[in-house]
């Protein structure tokens, strides 16, 4: 499974961005996918996920101001007024359930797959 994200790019404060993620390959059942965000020098946080039924979650520093679609396996990430500490990398998830040989059988497990991320930059 490969994910290709698109449609950063450098705008102003308030302004808004639209990121898309295409999920291609060998797609079993997707449990969900997400976008991440990861700030120059720190860690990679959850922005907002998507679930097989359509439910969504934000984290609270963007509730209000992204949200989160899809559309088969293409993941979109809607970005309105834009802050300057929403500048940083971000990347695309997804997880699925697949079936794995266990003994005379199988069983299911998660895997997951990330995208190479796009980069978002604010300025003041």
């Known amino acids: 499974v490969q994910l290709q994200a698109s449609g950063g790019g450098s705008v102003q404060a308030g302004e808004s961005l639209t990121l898309s993620c295409t999920a291609s390959?060998?797609?079993?059942?997707?449990?969900?996918m997400a976008w991440y965000f990861q700030a120059p020098g720190k860690t990679r946080d959850l922005v907002a996920t998507i679930t097989s039924d359509g439910s969504t979650n934000y984290a609270d520093s963007v509730k209000g101001r992204f949200t989160i679609s899809r559309d088969n396996t293409r993941l979109y990430l809607r970005m309105v007024s834009l802050k300057p500490e929403d500048t940083g990398v971000y990347f695309c998830?997804?997880?699925?359930?697949?079936?794995?040989?266990?003994?005379?059988?199988?069983?299911?497990?998660?895997?997951?797959?990330w995208g190479q991320g796009t980069q978002v930059t604010v300025s003041s």
């Open positions: 998830y997804l997880e699925e359930t697949v079936r794995i040989r266990l003994g005379g059988g199988s069983a299911p497990a998660l895997s997951r797959h």
């Open positions: 390959g060998d797609i079993r059942s997707i449990n969900s």
